[in-house]
Each structure stands twice: as C-alpha cells, then as structure tokens.
C-alpha cells in the first residue's frame, strides 16, 4: 500500500498532500483540452522512455508564460496512464479557486519536502527546475534552460534512487513574442506589486501573439523524453556527484530542445492549415 504523508499541501497548514485525480476527472479535464489538443496537434518522441511499473522524476525546461505546453504535455502524460504530479511555483497557490483547480490535476506546492513524501509513495513527479524565472523569459532567452545553481531535484532523485527522464518541449515560444520584459524600467512598479501579491518576483513580460494581441499563435508543439538516467548507485553525501546528476540532465535536456527545433524546421505540417485540413490531421500526434 502506498504510504501517506502527514506533509501539509499549502502554507496556512490546511490539508494533506491528495491522492493523484481520478479517471473521471481526467477524462473531463481531457475533453475540455479535446480543442486545443486538436488545434495544436502535438507530436511526441521517445515515449517508450516514460515510467510504466515504477516512479520516476520528469524533468524539463519551461517555456515562455508556462500555461501553452503544461496542460497540453500533461493531456499526453494522461491519455497514456501516466499520472505524474506537477510541482508548481508556490505563487500559484497564493490563488484560491485558481489554487483549488491546479489541485485537482494533481499539481502540488514545488517544495522539497512534498517531493520528499510524494517519492517515499513511489509516484511519477513532473519538475521545471527553472520555475517562475524560466516562464518569465527575457528577449533572447528563447528556449533556454534558466537554473542557476539548483540542484535539489537531483538530490531528491538519488536520495530515493529514483530514476531521472529528461524532456523537453519546443513549440510555444514560436507562439509569442515577448514585446516589454521586467527588465525594462516601465515594468518595475508592476513587477513589485506582484511580488508582494505573489511573494515571487517572477512576473510575466508583455507579449504579442497574433497580429497586435496576446493571444498565442497556433504553434505546432513537439515533445522529446529521453532515456532514464540512473540515479541508483550515486552517493547522496557526495555534492559533486550530485552536481553531475543535474549537469548530466540539462545537457540531456537541451540535446531534446535541439533535436525538436530541427524537427520542427523539418515538419510538412507544422502550418496549422495543413495540420487541420491535411492528410495527417490527429491521427499521427504521436511520432
């Protein structure tokens, strides 16, 4: 049986870590995404990679806002029976109902100790060790890793043995481009009202993505797993060893990003048109 956890799910202390979502409320989560599946028409590689009989820790770059690839990455992890609990930034849980509908997708507060207690029950955990910064690009930051030196993901995966996929995902920062990002003097007001709503300092640029509004453009996504780095044998006293761990899976991870934008170069059907009215249409999602 799998072990609980008395690890508290949100700062004010209120409720356990909860069970991964149902079938029922996948199947609905997954009919709602349905249009936007089909607009998108993700292509996946290397799926023959991801955890079928035990835990493992997915671990990829975030792309520009977060919310174009997240859900639709997911919807993918779903539909092939993986229910891999997200580690989301703790500013997410500052919102109640916002708060209230990430929780039931199974997306938990990104903190070590609900990795921690989440591991000891053997579940698969989704993490962008980039965080808020790495969704908050600055111009010429596109499709780059933004980790600074952390290293608490790997040290969790060799703490429990657990096994490390890499992945990557290409395709929604061709879908905006960041127009003002809080480097520029007029976004300092707006950027510390923010952190002092959110306690993160990571807020969003402004963007442009069809014609003069935000609203994306309808980029193909692509998504890479690659295979498992094995964690097993390595001696968690050992920060250096720890340190190649994580230097190990970005350089895995940005060999992923490399090979999806020659994909994407590559893709007869990256145009939405072609992939709408085109021979391919859904059927071929899956690469």
């Known amino acids: 049986m799998a072990e609980r956890s008395d690890i508290r799910l949100v700062p004010d ?72 609990r997200v580690l ?82 290409v395709g929604a920062e061709d879908a905006l481009d960041v127009l003002v990002d809080t480097e520029h003097p007029a976004m300092k007001p707006v950027q510390r009202l923010f952190e002092r709503i959110s306690g993160s300092p990571d807020f969003f640029p402004l963007v442009r993505g069809i014609g003069p509004t935000p609203i994306p453009r309808p980029e193909r996504q692509y998504y890479w797993f690659g295979e498992p780095i094995d964690t097993s044998a390595v001696d968690t006293t050992d920060d250096r060893t720890v340190r190649r761990i994580r230097d190990e899976t970005k350089a895995a991870i940005e060999g992923g990003i490399a090979l999806l934008l020659a994909e994407q170069q590559a893709d007869p059907q990256r145009s939405v048109v072609k992939r709408l009215f085109g021979p391919e249409r859904r059927t071929s999602r899956r690469a």
Not at 36 to 65: C, K, M, Q
Not at 111 to 118: K, S, W
């Open 88 to 169: 989301g930034n703790h500013a997410h849980f500052k919102l109640p109902r916002w708060r209230d509908l990430l929780t039931l997708v199974g997306v938990v507060p990104g903190r070590p100790e609900i990795a921690d207690a989440l591991m000891r029950r053997g579940e698969t955990i989704l993490v962008f060790p980039g965080g808020g910064r790495e969704v908050a690009k600055r111009k010429g930051e596109k499709y780059q890793l933004i980790w600074e030196n952390r290293m608490g993901f790997a040290r969790l995966a060799v703490k429990h043995g657990y096994p490390i996929v890499p992945f990557a995902t």
């Open 13 to 84: 202390g209120h409720g356990e870590i909860p069970d991964p979502p149902n079938d029922a409320t996948l199947a609905r989560v997954l009919r709602l995404l349905e249009p936007a599946r089909r607009l998108v028409n993700p292509r996946v590689y290397g799926s023959e990679h991801l955890p079928s009989d035990r835990g493992a820790l997915l671990v990829g770059n975030h792309t520009l806002i977060g919310l174009l690839d997240a859900p639709l990455l997911c919807a993918e992890l779903w539909e092939r029976g993986i229910r891999a």
